[in-house]
C-alpha cells in the first residue's frame, strides 16, 4: 500500500501567489515525522520544513508553511508569495519511528511551475 | 565544504561491467543511506548504514554490495550492470536516536547519474 500520496502531479502559480501542494500519508504508529524536500532541476535534494506527529503548532520556516491535519493524516505544503526560483519538484516523506527503523519513504512527487 | 559528497556525479558504461559510486559525509552524522531515483523521479530507499551496520536492506538484486569502511563513508558497488540500472543514486546521512529521532533531517548527496548503455 503507497505511505505517502501526492495527487498532484503538476501545478502551476503565479508569481507572488501562494500555491498548496497535497500530501497524504498512512501509518499506524503513534509517532512519526513528515518532510518536504524541494528538488530543483540541477537535481539536489533540499530540505524544507518538518512536522513532528506531537507536535500541535503546524511548522512554518519563511515562506513554508505545512498545514497538518492528523485526524486526516495529510500534511499539505503552503509555499506563499511563489517566486521563480520555487519552480522545481516537491516531495513529501515519512519518517515511522517504530516499524521502518530510520529510513524516509518518499512520495512520487509534485512538479510546481512558478509563472512570471 | 561540501556535507555529503559522492563521486563520480555521472557515469557512462556498458551492460556487464562494474561500477562503485563512493560517498563520503563530514557533518559527524552515523547513519548513511543510498536511495535509487527512477526516471520517474521516485525514490526508494535501498540500504542503510548505522555505525557502519547495516540496518536496511531493501529488496535490491545482490549485485548491490554496500560498503561501509566508517560511519563518515559509505560506498556503493555494483556488479554486471543492467539496463534497468540507469538511474540516479542519492548517498544521504542523518543523525539517528536523540529525544526526537524522528525529528532527524536527512542531508542528501547532488546525487550520482549511472546511465548503461
Known amino acids: 500500500a503507497q505511505k505517502i500520496t501526492q495527487t498532484q502531479p503538476g501545478m502551476f502559480v503565479q508569481e507572488k501567489e501562494a500555491v498548496t501542494l497535497d500530501c497524504t500519508y498512512d501509518?499506524?504508529?503513534?509517532?512519526?515525522?513528515l518532510f518536504w524536500y524541494k528538488q530543483p532541476s540541477s537535481g539536489e535534494m533540499i530540505f524544507l520544513i518538518y512536522q513532528g506527529s506531537y507536535d500541535e503548532q503546524n511548522a512554518t520556516e519563511g515562506r513554508y508553511s505545512l498545514n497538518f491535519q492528523k485526524a486526516r493524516k495529510s500534511a499539505n505544503l503552503v509555499i506563499s508569495a511563489s517566486q521563480l526560483g520555487d519552480s522545481a519538484m516537491y516531495f513529501c516523506a515519512m519518517r515511522e519511528e517504530e516499524t521502518s527503523g530510520s529510513r524516509l519513504t518518499f512520495g512520487e512527487g509534485t512538479q510546481l511551475t512558478v509563472n512570471p | 565544504d561540501t556535507a555529503v559528497s559522492q563521486t563520480p556525479k555521472y557515469l557512462v558504461t556498458q551492460m556487464g561491467n562494474d561500477k562503485s559510486i563512493k560517498c563520503e559525509q563530514n557533518l559527524g552524522h552515523d547513519t548513511m543511506y543510498w536511495y535509487k531515483q527512477d526516471s520517474k523521479k521516485f525514490l526508494k530507499i535501498m540500504f542503510s548504514y548505522n555505525n557502519k551496520e547495516l540496518i536496511i536492506n531493501e529488496t535490491v538484486p545482490n549485485r548491490f554490495s554496500p560498503k561501509s569502511p566508517d560511519k563518515a563513508h559509505l560506498n556503493l558497488h555494483i556488479n554486471s550492470l543492467e539496463l534497468g540500472d540507469s538511474a540516479v543514486y542519492f548517498c544521504a546521512s542523518s543523525r539517528s536516536g536523540g529525544r526526537s529521532s524522528g525529528a532527524n533531517v536527512l542531508t542528501f548527496g547532488a546525487g550520482s547519474r549511472l546511465t548503461v548503455l
Open positions: 501509518t499506524s504508529d503513534q509517532s512519526y515525522g
